[in-house]
């Protein structure tokens, strides 16, 4: 990534950090675009493929970006679904590009071979992997675990940075060790994160069968693990707030003592441009089309919750309420040699 494209992405973060403290207008720097609800899996815990909704075309697509570009947005993400389901997604990553965002991309990887050339353009692509080979199966109904680790593999060795994520089920709680293993032979990193339940966006619940004990005992177990330097994309002040979360089988709570960054520094928009303060929250409150209508003036302040574990979601709220130390440890990860790209020998490829 170019010097200035860091430059202009930190800017805008700290844009957005500033006028949450102050409880300015909200000034999100990044946005996540779910491009399509399609999905060639049927993943246990995600509704996505179900959720039968149009999809924008390629010109209302471009007012979006330019919509968010007038927001302060500088990250975007893209995602599904399954977005290389759509046959104009390289030209949806190309203008993203051309627009200035810093673009990361969600895919599962299945039709990489058919589709995955524009995922070179991307600044970061992230892929679902749960385990081994049975376990992502028994996970996410995928029998092709090692197609997605060959093209994770050829990604990271063309200097694309790869996280793959982890979903932590019944099926994966003893799939840290081996995960982190192939993480460590192709040079992607990890991020775990719990099952979410009550939304929206997802279904089924978490297995009632597993004590909160043993839930608690996986995160002290990935926590140490990075504490080691093992490849685990997901922060310290993360994994620490996981450690103490008391009910797993509760995604978020509404705490009088929190403030959440939901909406003010980050927001989601779904397959038709309709915007929320985070997926989450999708179907929980009213959103704001952003093809008619601006989200600072439209978008009511409010979010039916304070505190969540939904992963990339606590992620960024710690960037909000403890941005020193979440944002120098992300910083930390990025520049892994591991990250930076390795082949299946270990040894470390430059980025393109």
Request: proline fraction near 6%; glycine fraction near 6%; charged fraction near 20%.
């Amino acid at each position: 990534m170019r010097l200035t494209e860091v430059a202009a992405l930190g800017a805008a973060y700290l844009r957005s950090l500033l006028a949450f403290y102050v409880d300015g207008p909200p000034r999100p720097f990044s946005a996540t675009f779910a491009v399509t609800n399609r999905c060639n899996l049927r993943c246990s815990y995600c509704n996505s493929p179900y959720l039968r909704q149009p999809e924008l075309a390629l010109d209302a697509i471009s007012l979006l970006c330019a919509r968010l570009r007038a927001m302060g947005v500088r990250r975007l993400g893209l995602a599904g679904g399954e977005p290389l389901l759509r046959d104009d997604f390289g030209h949806i990553v190309r203008l993203a590009r051309s627009q200035g965002f810093w673009v990361s991309v969600n895919s599962n990887l299945n039709l990489f071979e058919r589709r995955g050339q524009c995922l070179y353009e991307a600044h970061l692509v992230y892929t679902s992997l749960d385990g081994t080979p049975a376990a992502h199966a028994a996970a996410r109904g995928d029998p092709n675990a090692r197609r997605v680790v060959e093209a994770a593999r050829r990604l990271v060795r063309a200097g694309v940075p790869v996280i793959a994520i982890c979903v932590v089920t019944e099926h994966t709680l003893d799939q840290a060790e081996p995960l982190l293993d192939l993480a460590e032979e192709c040079g992607f990193l990890v991020h775990f994160q719990p099952q979410c339940v009550d939304t929206e966006l997802v279904r089924g619940n978490v297995a009632r069968s597993v004590p909160h004990n043993r839930w608690r005992e996986f995160w002290l177990e990935v926590l140490e693990a990075k504490r080691c330097g093992r490849p685990v994309a997901s922060s310290h002040a993360y994994l620490e707030s996981l450690t103490r979360w008391p009910d797993f089988s509760l995604s978020a709570v509404s705490d009088p003592q929190a403030r959440c960054a939901a909406g003010r520094g980050y927001l989601y928009v779904d397959p038709q441009g309709i915007a929320y303060p985070c997926a989450y929250t999708k179907g929980k409150v009213q959103g704001v089309d952003l093809l008619a209508a601006d989200w600072v003036e439209a978008w009511n302040r409010s979010t039916p919750c304070t505190r969540c574990v939904v992963g990339p979601m606590l992620e960024f709220n710690l960037l909000f309420q403890r941005p020193l130390r979440s944002g120098w440890d992300h910083f930390r990860t990025s520049l892994r040699p591991s990250f930076a790209g390795r082949s299946s020998s270990g040894a470390v490829v430059a980025r393109e």
